[in-house]
């Protein structure tokens, strides 16, 4: 297996945040008719601190992973643990940022931001002066009182990623989360997302079928296998955070070599290392 | 979003009332198959200066609104409870698809049998007809919530009860506003009509007792304030009602 130790970072082997072994889940649509083996036999750890990139083909069950961590859906067999404990079902220590962005229609953007806090009975002078921090953090102070209708998908997952981080989880999994904004913005959020994530260094597990979006965020990337999923590789992305620009990296050797890599191995050409 | 200005919905209005006005001068209708206009402003007139007309829409208004509160206090909480939990739904669904395909006026004989004529009879009647036009709709209201978000609200700590009044009643809320809405339209219709067998006053009950002295132009009046009443009723509670929520939350376009 490819989890030797990392020379990332300081040097030191971070602890396993998130325990994956022999996971295998069976995916079952929305209507509960379609039903199909999503993950099979999938064993992952996901460090302490790091931000762990998830890609594969579409279908290869990235996205019932997420829904395994956050408590959505049982495994048919095998283990999950947050430090070291076994997850069961929906959690505030697990924060999820949904593609859909998920915010609540009938709710400010504020009250959105403080969702969590709220459910948490936290009085509400004390949770709003939480919540402007955190819109201060994605630039949108100004949007506190509007509705999520009146934003564009951009700043909807920016809200959506500081509710997340506002009710301060153990982990953030993010399940394509820049998957439905245009390109332009896209590449924004990215650049604001490698420097929200250096300033919490929260454990991160981010799932996408862009390949690109995998090497420019992640610490490691972990490629799955066409469906059912496994682990078929895990690429260390040596890439220093504040590199993490894409004007800089436009022209970047290693970005350009890993990202060839980790495309090899997601179009099957690749072999593991 | 789409603006009604209200002027060229009056327009039907009037040519309705030339009608009215040119239609007994040009045919041979006997005035007391149809009367004029006259007529009828002038029994509204002795109706309010006697007393008896606001007394008969007080009845009436007040017979509905007990009737709306007591069908969808019973509605929408079943309505919930039948759409999260399969137990309940697989236990009650094919009694009430019975029970609704019974009218709320095929009730009247058993009503009246068990409460009499008057307004204990009238009530069960209305109560039964707004209960079966409001509950399907926080039943759909409920169920179409998307599953993200209920995800979402789950993954943010949410428990028990928060549940609730985080994401399924606001979740449902615009279907269930179209459950009011439709429900308060069907009672009304079954008011009079229920009034007119079983009353012992309301509007409906004064129509029916026009009857027997050939007084159209009462019966006229009471058609019109039944409409007028239901255009007042529908802007003040219900359009007012979405424009503080659903339509204000973006999801639901204004057109009213």
Known sequence: MAALPAEAGAGSVAASKITIRGLSIDYVSEDGRARHRALEDLSLEVR??????????SGCGKSTLIAAIAGFLRPRSGSLLLDGKPIGGPGADRGVVFQEYALLPWRTVLDN???????????????????????EMINLVEAADKYPHQLSGGMKQRVAVARTLANQPEVMLMDE????????????????????????????????????????????????????????????????????????????????????????????????? | MRKNSGALGTVPFVALGLAWLLIPMLTKIPPYALPTPGEVIGRLYSGVVDGSLPKDVLASLRRLLLGFC???????????????NRRVSDLLRPLLT??????????????????????????????????????????????????VLRRAVLSNGARGTQMLWELIVPGALAQIIVGLRTSMAYGWRALVAAEMIAGTNGIGFRMMEAVKWYQTDTIVLGMIVIGVLWLVLDALLFSRLERATVVRWGLLRETA
């Open chain 1, 113 to 135: 931001v403080t969702l969590g806090l709220r459910l948490r009975g936290m009085p509400r002078s004390e949770r709003d002066r939480i919540g402007r921090q955190f819109l």
């Open chain 1, 177 to 273: 989360p820049f998957a439905a904004v245009d390109a332009q913005s896209r590449m924004t959020l990215q650049e604001e997302l490698v420097r929200i994530w250096s300033q919490s260094r929260l454990t991160v597990l981010f799932v996408t079928h862009s390949v690109e979006e995998a090497v420019f965020l992640g610490d490691r990337v972990a490629v799955l296998t066409p469906g059912p999923g496994r682990l078929k590789a895990m690429i260390d992305i040596d890439i220093p955070r504040r590199q993490r620009r894409w004007a800089e990296l436009g022209n970047n050797l290693l970005f350009a070599t890993l990202r060839q890599r980790v495309l090899d191995l997601v179009r099957g050409a690749g072999t593991p290392p």
């Open chain 1, 48 to 57: 302490e601190n790091e931000f762990l990139s998830v890609v594969g083909p």
């Open chain 2, 98 to 147: 019975f029970l609704a395909s019974i009218g709320g006026i095929a009730w009247v004989p058993l009503a009246v049998v068990w409460l009499g004529v008057g307004s204990g009879a009238v009530l069960f009647v209305i109560a039964n007809q707004i209960f079966f036009g409001s509950i399907y709709n926080t039943v759909t209201g409920v169920e179409t919530i998307p599953r």
């Open chain 2, 70 to 84: 007591i069908g969808n206090g019973l509605a929408i909480p079943l309505g919930i409870a039948i759409a999260l």
